[in-house]
Nanobody, 113 residues
Framework: VQFVESGGGLVQPGGSLTLSCVASGFAFGGFSMRWYRQAPGKERELVAVIGNSGEYTNYADSVKGRFTISRDNWKSTLYLRMDNLKPEDTGRYYC???????WGQGTQVTVQS
């Protein structure tokens, strides 16, 4: 099982980014997926969840209305669209499935003027 995240970068407050996560080694379409983030000196926190076919989504209160999680099961790819970014969104973003213990390397998002 492997997850490869990409799409992070440096963006100004109010900007947007879309993260991608390509999964391999398992039947992607059969499992729910999650995005987590970890800011320097803080614990990893759950950001968003999506059902195996996108039938439900849930978000942390801090990102609700600004972030959108989605997936393309044909491409085994998970996405996180992030709008109206704030400095407190800065951190390393990871995708994972609760069915597996594997984590990817993550992708860094930095929001600053």
């Amino acid at each position: 099982v492997q997850f490869v995240e990409s799409g992070g970068g440096l963006v100004q407050p109010g900007g947007s980014l879309t993260l991608s996560c390509v999964a391999s080694g398992f039947a992607f379409g059969g499992f729910s997926m999650r995005w987590y983030r970890q800011a320097p000196g803080k614990e990893r926190e759950l950001v968003a969840v999506i059902g195996n076919s996108g039938e439900y989504t849930n978000y942390a209160d801090s990102v609700k209305g600004r972030f959108t999680i989605s997936r393309d099961n044909w491409k085994s790819t998970l996405y996180l669209r992030m709008d109206n970014l704030k400095p407190e969104d800065t951190g390393r973003y990871y995708c994972m499935s609760p069915a597996w213990t594997a984590w990817g390397q993550g992708t860094q998002v930095t929001v600053q003027s």
